[in-house]
């Protein structure tokens, strides 16, 4: 069994205060890949202490219940550090979960990258 390289599976972008997250996966799915993006995402605020999280969607195609589990422990997270997590771009299929879920009245989710900046 052979470890497969790590790749970063985020791309990381401070504009201003904000830490903007842009996901480079379309889908989100398989369990090591989320295990890897949960440490990546809590590492921004457990190490690098960001408050202003932005999680931008655009690029996702399909999300695992698994997934959404790794965003509200991230959201605690973040609320905890007196921080605030926006997420945006979410397409209207994984936005349905988020809906069905309830996930939609615990996250804040805006339309598209720039409504969400303006959100914080």
Do not use: W
Request: proline content about 2%; some cysteine; overall charge neutral.
């Amino acid at each position: 069994m052979s470890a497969q390289p790590r790749r970063r599976r985020l791309e990381v972008e401070d504009i201003g205060e904000v830490t903007v997250v842009n996901f480079t996966d379309k889908k989100i799915l398989d369990e090591q890949n989320i295990q890897v993006i949960g440490e990546q995402l809590f590492s921004l605020v457990d190490e690098l202490g960001r408050r202003k999280l932005l999680l931008n969607f655009s690029n996702v195609e399909y999300l695992s219940s698994a997934a959404l589990g790794k965003f509200i422990t991230l959201n605690k997270k973040v609320k905890g550090a007196s921080g605030k997590l926006i997420l945006c771009s979410i397409d209207p299929q994984i936005y349905e979960v988020f809906e069905i879920t309830k996930l939609d009245k615990l996250f804040n989710i805006q339309k598209d990258e720039q409504a969400a900046l303006q959100a914080f």
